[in-house]
């Protein structure tokens, strides 16, 4: 092929003769030794060189596929398997959302008042999404706390903005409609729902028994379901990671709230997340509290939990 392009190159000379410059011997030598990349590029950009009449632009061709070879290719994300998503049914009802005197003396203003609220019927995630779970729809593990037990550890490290793009990965794997419950859903669900007996801590009198926080957890997540479930059966709501919600954030959007399933309000800049984390004081562990960022922020302590309608 070496002696094909350089035959070529002579006999295209020897046929025009110019007045202008010759082309370089050693200019069509560096061609074709990129053949050895791919002689079909280094055939064109030669010939396209000639007939420019200019040895720098026969350079310029080679080393330009040589370039183009050595780019490594964009990597490319296949799904491992459908993940199994162990969901359970909320009966819808009304409820008191916001904070209470029973969920300690720490409320914030955005999460007053109290006001009533009815939710339909919805289904929840009994967990929240393991970094298994992600990993076999997206390809790849982002969380920060991926060693040990790390497949059945929450995943974290991932943005609102992410959780969109898994969601719809998943429910083309599945033919499912999941998407993130709303906040009025999620506190319904944290309480218990209609089965809920009032207790301070997602059904329970004492905090230690259903939720990694900052005294118990030793400053790192735990694998989901190691606590006590609430009266609904759903484990983590309270500790271990925050979790995104489908609401924008208003801090006063408790005093507008729709009674009947609201969504949160149309616009905004910060999207809500629920639950405290592994690293949360005892005080903010409520049902009630609220927390919100931007859709793209990322953090080991934040995580998320499906929902679906049906």
Request: proline letters at 6%; one cysteine or more.
């Amino acid at each position: 092929m070496f002696r094909k392009v350089t035959l070529l190159l002579a006999c295209a000379l020897c046929v025009s003769l110019p007045a202008g410059p010759s082309v370089d011997p050693s200019a069509v030598d560096t061609a074709a030794k990129a053949g050895a990349v791919d002689s079909s590029a280094v055939d064109s950009a030669a010939a396209k060189a000639v007939a420019a009449d200019s040895a720098t632009a026969v350079d310029t061709a080679a080393a330009q596929v040589r370039k183009a070879e050595k780019t490594p290719p964009v990597p490319k994300i296949h799904p491992i398997s459908n993940p199994d998503i162990d969901m359970v049914f909320v009966k819808g009802g009304k409820f008191r959302m916001g904070c209470q005197n029973l969920d300690g003396s720490g409320c914030l203003s955005d999460e007053r008042p109290r006001h009533e609220v009815k939710v339909g019927n919805f289904f929840i995630g009994r967990y929240p999404v393991t970094q298994k779970q992600w990993a076999s729809v997206m390809g790849i593990n982002p969380s920060n706390f991926a060693g040990g037990d790390w497949a059945d550890m929450p995943v974290e490290q991932i943005s609102w903005n992410e959780v969109q793009e898994f969601i719809k990965r998943l429910n083309a794997m599945t033919g499912r409609k999941y998407r993130l419950p709303t906040e009025a859903e999620w506190e319904y669900a944290s309480r218990g729902g209609a089965s809920g007996k009032g207790e301070q801590f997602s059904g329970h009198r004492f905090l230690d028994d259903i939720a990694w926080y900052d005294y118990n957890s030793g400053g790192q997540p735990h694998p989901v379901g190691g606590k006590q479930p609430n009266e609904l059966g759903l484990h983590d709501m309270i500790g271990n990671v925050w979790e995104w919600v489908g609401d924008w954030y208003d801090k006063n959007y408790y005093r507008e709230s729709h009674i009947n399933n609201p969504k949160g309000p149309r616009l905004g800049a910060e999207r809500v997340y629920r639950g405290a984390d592994f690293n949360s004081a005892e005080p903010n562990c409520r049902n009630s509290i609220r927390n919100f960022n931007k859709p793209g922020y990322r953090a080991i302590n934040v995580g998320f939990r499906l929902a679906r309608t049906q």
